[in-house]
């Protein structure tokens, strides 16, 4: 369980985009003011919010991320079974998932340790986030959102870097078995012409023109790639 508790601080997470997807039922259920406060807040945060009839009471979409919560303003310690029963329904619908419940007290507090073990919950499966106020709730809410949808966000471009390297090292494990050709070279030819089939297309003179390669090795790029006969040909070393 995240029982962090501090004071919202309304925080804007510049260069973010998203969407918020907000429950009809739950919208009806608050109070206008509190639908306004979040109508500013996502503004803020260049999240768009469109009203729709879901499941969970809110669905967040940021950075290629879908984040589900159940957003519980008012805990009634003596109906806490249909929160349960909601939960165990949607933690298996959704694989990120989230509870954010209101505790302002500490009856309410008590009430929810001892309902969330007697209900078998476990930690974590989903992540139930305990906030002091509404305000501080749905700040919590965008923050997670923001916060997956980054880290995603990280992971694709991380994946896109080792693509790029790999890709890379194949160029030069390529460009660099011509005879004569390093590996400043193929970076020359690759900053000049790209890929190693436009290298192959272009005529010893374009390569001459756009690199600082010497006459014979414009020559050899040029025939290596051009003239399967000549690179299939046994070499004598």
């Not at 501090?6 to 509190?34: E, I, Y």
């Not at 992540?127 to 997670?144: C, H, N, S, Y």
């Amino acid at each position: 369980m995240d029982s962090t508790t501090s004071t919202p601080s309304h925080a804007s997470f510049s260069g973010t985009n998203g969407v918020c997807l907000m429950r009809n039922g739950w919208k009806g259920d608050q109070h206008p003011s509190f639908i306004d406060f979040i109508s500013t807040f996502l503004t803020a945060n260049s999240f768009r919010l469109n009203f729709v009839p879901i499941a969970p009471d809110f669905i967040f979409n940021c950075g290629g991320m879908s984040v589900a919560f159940i957003f519980v303003t008012n805990w009634d310690c003596n109906n806490v079974a249909p929160i349960f029963n909601r939960v165990q329904k949607l933690k298996t619908q959704f694989s990120h998932f989230y509870v954010v419940i209101t505790l302002p007290a500490k009856e309410e507090i008590d009430s929810f340790i001892h309902s969330y073990f007697k209900f078998g919950m476990v930690i974590g499966k989903p992540t139930f986030v305990p906030v002091k106020d509404l305000e501080m709730g749905f700040e919590k809410m965008v923050k997670i959102a923001h916060s997956s949808g980054a880290y995603k966000q990280q992971r694709i471009e991380e994946k896109l870097k080792a693509e790029l390297v790999q890709g890379m090292n194949f160029y030069l494990k390529v460009v660099t078995s011509i005879p004569g050709i390093d590996n400043h070279d193929a970076n020359a030819l690759s900053q000049a012409l790209g890929s190693v089939q436009a290298i192959a297309k272009a005529s010893k003179e374009q390569i001459l023109e756009n690199t600082d390669l010497s006459t014979d090795k414009a020559e050899m790029v040029s025939r290596f790639l051009r003239d399967p006969n000549f690179y299939l040909r046994p070499k004598i070393n």
